[in-house]
């Protein structure tokens, strides 16, 4: 395994259950799942990028990176990043990002080239061409990282996939189309190459055709995060109402990502494909931040310095034993910091707490209620849960000034 290559493919908005399903019809996927390590139960760091794509850079946790928000970003200097451990190890890194990524965060270093590009620079359009040519023009070894925004709402369904037998959303049908591009470009890829396949959060899309959802949820997001109104005992009953029987586990109220911990958002995929690799499937939970350890155990590398991380390696897949996962909201909607959510999911059950609202703490029974719309009483696990949420240790509270492209993403 030493002196492979690594290509980590980060999409956008991936959920876990369009991986490896008949959700969409995504061959190349399918194949890295059957022939690789698949991840099913991989929960993310959060429900909004920046804090996910910190979280597997850096194998820790946004209470000891730095990076709360899309705003509040920008990496603590003490803490290294997965492409300063393979530089140092002597890989030629490179990085192709797009979205909220931006080299203000800090997670340009380590990368030798960081190369940023407009959110409609798409790997399914004309990008495809400069993609290829990036990755042929790499020494070995090499780490490439690539963020793909082509599923992130707005979607743009390809007319040539813009078919039901795609998929029944048109999230699907991107994802389809983006499958075909994502096996032209490691076309190009050495014999040697590891490929690492995740999503970063989730995303909620499955009514975004109905009127009512529309005016409901506009409805909802002035109340509850702008002036602070506890509507969750209605929301519910609209959840049960509609969600009796979903196609895919999804809310009436919600729609794309970052403004809840519900495992539709949080639940991500990982595959892990490549030389050595043996096909396996890991139904044990495990988090976002143990991706770092993963992939450097898995290319050999040990780490450039000996700060602590909070991931632990996941190799070999048979050895791995369920973790408890943290998750946090941190989202567009969440006008500001009073409406974050903090979550722990495990042993079959999901604590939330609104830690500056006044409200109450919620506690589901995932193993009965997985689509999380009855929360349960159960004092004793609640305060267990309460107590395994990191704590704080980095807080510099610095700002991007990036108001005009969160404005042109979709954010704000």
């Known amino acids: 395994m030493a002196g492979n290559n690594l290509l980590f493919v980060c999409v956008d908005c991936l959920r876990s259950d369009f991986v490896g399903t008949d959700h969409a019809d995504t061959p190349f996927i399918d194949n890295l799942v059957a022939s690789g390590i698949d991840y099913r139960e991989m929960y993310a760091t959060a429900t909004t990028t920046t804090p996910c794509v910190t979280s597997f850079m850096t194998g820790t946790y946004s209470e000891h990176n730095g990076v709360y928000s899309l705003e509040e970003a920008r990496l603590n200097d003490s803490v290294p990043t997965l492409a300063e451990h393979l530089s140092a ?128 949820k506009v409805l909802r997001t002035g109340l509850r995060y702008g002036l602070g109104i506890d509507t969750r005992a209605i929301e519910r009953r609209l959840k049960r109402r509609f969600d009796s029987d979903p196609s895919v586990p999804d809310h009436f109220m919600e729609d794309g990502h970052g403004e809840n911990v519900f495992d539709f958002a949080s639940n991500v995929p990982f595959v892990l494909f490549g030389p050595d690799i043996d096909s396996a499937t890991v139904e044990r939970q495990v988090r976002q931040v143990d991706i770092l350890p993963t992939l450097l155990e898995y290319v050999g590398v040990d780490p450039s310095n000996d700060r602590p991380i909070d991931g632990e390696s996941l190799l070999p897949p048979g050895s791995v034993s369920d973790r408890d996962a943290y998750i946090r909201a941190c989202g567009k909607s969440l006008i500001r910091e009073a409406n974050w959510q903090r979550a722990v999911r495990a042993a079959d059950h999901k604590y939330v707490e609104y830690v500056d609202r006044d409200w109450d703490t919620e506690l589901y029974d995932l193993e009965t209620d997985p689509l999380e719309l009855n929360p349960i009483e159960n004092d004793r696990i609640a305060t267990q849960l309460k107590h395994r949420m990191p704590e704080e240790d980095i807080r510099d509270g610095e700002s991007l000034e990036i108001d005009g492209l969160l404005r042109d993403l979709g954010y704000k």
């Open 89 to 216: 190890a002597g890989y030629e890194t490179t990085a192709m990002v797009t979205g909220p990524i931006v080299a203000d965060t800090g997670l340009d270093r380590g990368f030798d080239e960081y190369a940023y590009r407009d959110r409609n620079e798409e790997l399914v359009g004309d990008w495809f061409d400069e993609a290829v040519a990036t990755l042929e023009g790499l020494e070995e070894p090499f780490f490439c990282y690539l963020h793909l925004w082509e599923i992130h709402d707005p979607v743009r369904v390809p007319d040539t996939y813009d078919d039901p037998e795609y998929g029944r959303y048109p999230y699907a049908r991107t994802l389809s189309a983006l499958d075909r591009s994502l096996e032209q470009l490691c076309d190009h890829l050495p014999s040697n190459t590891a490929i690492a396949l995740h999503g970063d959060h989730g995303e909620a899309f499955a009514y975004r055709d109905s009127y009512l959802h529309r005016v409901l």
